[in-house]
């Protein structure tokens, strides 16, 4: 089964047991192309009940031999299938470009190089992940094994459907355990291609599998009675549905990623050009729709009318950038369809209707697709729609603050605690700041990234367990005690 999948040779069917096969269920996903609103396909496999236990079935068979792979062997697995995303990156990168509309330049490549970088940091970690041992001198040795939960799913969102994958399934895999990929709807191919890969790479089957589908898919990933997992990453709504859903059925385990609204505070200090690049780029990659964009900006007020003036003028250069994600110089495509777009400009609309002022942009970009304008908003009513609830779109409020105490309150007063930002020249208050943030990540003169090597993730309604570093790897297994008798 060689690699040979590209926009006009769509994969569209379940990856079971290493076999591409058509779905049971009759009903089929349809796709569509956001910088036209075009039909890509209309005949995407969508699993139903039979398809997924059909899926659970292989990896509870594969399931005893790759826990029992001698780690060598599994991270070498696991390294070849990063090479082989590398080889195939830009294609892989097109197949999610069709329908998300994310250039490759400013998102794609990203996002292609990060599963490829949690596979090979992940493989790293296989004969490494050490349990631990206990004095023995009360007469028992104490043993603690870090053991894989068996069959695990990840269920992911439309705005990074490779890079999500990797954070899920690299460390469930790393950690001896057989997981199956539900990639969203919206933006299902490149899961679906991955099936030469995976048998390439020399997965053994029914170790990694794919099963495209909507909502209806991933609840019965969530309520299944032999599913031990589900990693989910999307919206807050959804992920309060899924935990509901997996204390029902069988009490699985769960890891949630969900929205944000993430603030970042400037202060008279801050070196101005530094917190403007890092805003204006925070509010636009992947068209503002990235979970912990920085979607409040706060300035102190010595500085807010030269950071206005700076914002100003970068977004004008980000708006300039917009277009067809196909051409090289496009740095913004548009938003993921027709609902988004809808949502986002429900918001712009309502927000000039007594919220804020609108400081720039606002507007459709030309009369076909889903492109919009960067949106700013200043003198933003507390407690406004635009104020408080994530857009996920390339939409910011900006509002002044005059003291340390004041914006720590006013950062914190939300369900929201994903990421915060803080830009200052002295350590002393970044730091206290940085602690004072009720929220999982903080930067320091930076804002909106993430490392795959540390724990990733939010507090509050913004989720509920860590990706990235040993935390993913702790989420995926399970520690087992062994007591053994010294006197026996
Ligand atoms: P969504 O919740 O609508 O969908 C996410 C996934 O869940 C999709 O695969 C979808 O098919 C599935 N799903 C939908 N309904 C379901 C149900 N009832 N049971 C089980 N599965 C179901 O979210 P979205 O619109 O795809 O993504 C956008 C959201 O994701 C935003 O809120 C964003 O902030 C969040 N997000 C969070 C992170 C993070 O790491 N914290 C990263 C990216 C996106």
Redo the contacts with the bound molecule.
């Keep these: 089964m060689a690699f040979n999948f590209s926009k006009s040779n769509l994969p569209k069917q379940l990856f079971i047991n290493n076999e591409y096969v058509d779905s049971k269920n009759k009903k089929k996903l349809s796709a569509y192309n956001p910088k036209d609103g075009s039909l890509v396909a209309d005949n995407v496999a969508l699993a139903g009940g039979q398809d997924v236990d059909a899926a659970v079935e292989a990896a509870e068979k594969a399931f005893p031999a790759w826990k029992r792979m001698p780690p060598i062997q599994r991270r070498d697995i696991m390294l070849r299938f990063a090479a082989l995303i590398e080889e195939h990156g830009e294609a892989l990168a097109e197949l999610t470009r069709i329908t998300l509309g994310a250039p490759y330049g400013s998102f794609g490549k990203f996002e292609t190089g990060l599963i490829v970088e949690t596979f090979k940091y992940n493989a790293g970690w296989i004969d490494k992940f050490a349990g631990e041992s206990f004095p023995q001198e009360d007469g028992f040795l104490k043993i603690v094994r870090n053991e894989p939960l068996g069959v695990v799913c990840g ?6 459907p490779l890079g ?1 994958v990797g ?1 899920k399934a690299a460390p469930a895999l790393a950690t001896g355990n057989c997981f199956i990929i ?5 933006t299902p191919f490149a899961s679906l291609a991955l099936g030469p890969i995976i048998k390439e790479a020399g997965f053994p089957p029914g170790v990694l599998q794919v099963l495209s ?11 299944h009675m032999r599913i031990r997992k ?1 990693s ?8 309060k ?2 935990q509901e ?1 997996a204390a029902k059925s069988n009490l699985k385990r769960v890891t ?5 609204k993430s603030p970042a505070v400037i202060f008279d200090d801050a070196n101005l050009e530094n917190a403007i690049m890092w805003t204006a780029n925070a509010i636009t990659a992947n068209t503002g ?4 964009a920085a979607s409040i900006v706060y300035v102190q007020e010595g500085i807010y009318d030269r950071f206005i003036e700076g914002y100003k003028k970068a977004l004008q250069e980000k708006t300039n950038a917009v277009g067809d994600p196909e051409d090289e110089s496009t740095q913004l495509g548009p938003l ?1 369809d027709e609902a ?1 777009f809808d949502r986002v400009s429900g918001f712009i609309e309502r927000g000039q209707q007594g919220q804020g002022d609108l400081l720039l942009g606002g507007r459709r970009i030309g009369d076909k697709g889903f492109f919009i304008e960067p949106t700013v908003f200043t003198n933003v009513k507390a407690g406004s729609e635009i104020q408080c609830e ?1 857009i ?1 779109g390339p939409v910011a409020v900006v509002s002044t603050f005059k003291t340390e105490e004041e914006i720590v309150a006013k950062s914190n007063n939300t369900n929201f605690g ?1 990421m915060a930002g803080v830009f200052t020249q002295d350590i002393n208050k970044a730091l206290r700041v940085a602690s004072d943030f009720e929220s999982g990540m903080v930067g320091v003169n930076c804002v909106s990234l ?1 490392m795959m090597t540390a724990p ?3 507090s509050k309604e ?2 509920i367990g860590r ?1 990235g570093g040993i935390q993913a790897l702790r989420a995926f297994t399970e520690p087992k005690t062994i007591l053994v008798n010294l006197s026996y």
């Design positions: 269920i992911v969102p439309w705005n990074g999500s954070l539900k990639p969203s709807e919206k589908g909507d909502g209806s898919t991933g609840a019965l990933l969530a309520s589900v989910f990453t999307g919206s807050i709504s959804t992920g549905k899924i859903m949630l990623e969900l929205g944000g729709q990235v979970c912990f993921v988004q994530e996920f994903l993430m990733f993730g939010g913004s989720g990706e």
